[in-house]
């Protein structure tokens, strides 16, 4: 039953005998790493429905409950569609695949091992070669508070300068990237694409990654039109970012997702 003391949003109801998702607590660690394995694995198939592959890149990364300097991630060369509990291949921050038969994705050991790495309290990363994240991040410049949706980001996104267009398969590469996560969840590394991290759960990570990935896209549209937006109020944008922000209500717009996906493709938790 929800606690009434404990609301964390606006959106959760007053009445505590409704039906509405609950986070997942145990003191058991290996019920809570096959939570996030699974999860993990329906974040990589909401990136294939939301045609966000592009031949091997991307990569999405979740810890270890156990083992808080490893990490899960999705298995190199493998299509987000197939990705399966049983194909997910775990990682330390040196890039050696501990568990799992797959090999690791270099770009993203480099990037997601120093962010994992630099900040301890981040839990999951997301990042793939997006049609409109990779577009708009040639600009240089971060995305203006012109609807609810992008308010969700505001100040709480950057734009990254170091290494842009550049493969980054070296160390310091990924290490110059990772600070500049210190206090933020999103990012636009400039010629690259988007990165997104949550301190909270795989779940808030992608989500807010979906949700990142269709504000550039309204960006790019109102761009084309060639017409300059009315912005919102940095007041009334910190006030939406409060409401529809929050690591919680990203983590609760997944599981929308993940409950379709769960339907739909039961043979991901194999």
């Not at 003191?27 to 809570?32: P, S």
């Not at 399966?84 to 993203?108: F, T």
Request: net charge negative; charged share 20%.
């Amino acid at each position: 039953m929800l606690n009434l003391g404990e609301r964390k949003s606006i959106y959760q109801p007053e009445q505590n005998n409704l039906e509405f998702p609950q986070e997942f607590k145990t003191n058991d660690l290996e019920a809570l790493r096959q939570r996030r394995k699974r999860h993990l694995v329906a974040a990589c198939r909401a990136f294939a429905q939301w045609n966000f592959d592009y031949g091997f890149a991307g990569h999405l990364t979740v810890r270890d409950p156990g083992n808080p300097e490893l990490y899960w991630t999705n298995p190199m060369a493998v299509h987000f569609g197939q990705v399966k509990v049983s194909n997910l291949i775990l990682v330390d921050h040196d890039g050696r695949v501990v568990e799992g038969n797959y090999a690791v994705n270099q770009a993203g050991f480099v990037l997601h091992a120093a962010v994992h790495s630099e900040h301890p309290d981040i839990l999951a990363m997301c990042h793939a070669h997006t049609e409109y994240g990779v577009a708009y991040s040639t600009l240089g410049r971060l995305l203006p508070p012109i609807s609810q949706d992008v308010c969700a980001f505001f100040e709480d996104h950057v734009v990254i300068l170091d290494d842009a267009g550049k493969v980054a398969v070296e160390t310091d590469a990924g290490n110059r990237i990772a600070k500049s996560f210190k206090g933020i969840t999103a990012a636009i590394h400039q010629n690259h694409g988007l990165l997104l991290a949550s301190r909270h759960s795989i779940d808030a990570a992608a989500w807010r990654f979906m949700a990142f990935e269709r504000c550039c896209k309204q960006q790019l549209a109102i761009d084309a039109a060639g017409h300059k937006p009315i912005e919102i109020s940095p007041e009334r944008a910190r006030y939406s970012r409060e409401h529809v922000g929050s690591e919680y209500i990203a983590w609760l717009s997944f599981q929308t997702v993940y409950n379709d996906l769960e339907n739909k493709y039961p043979d991901m938790f194999d």
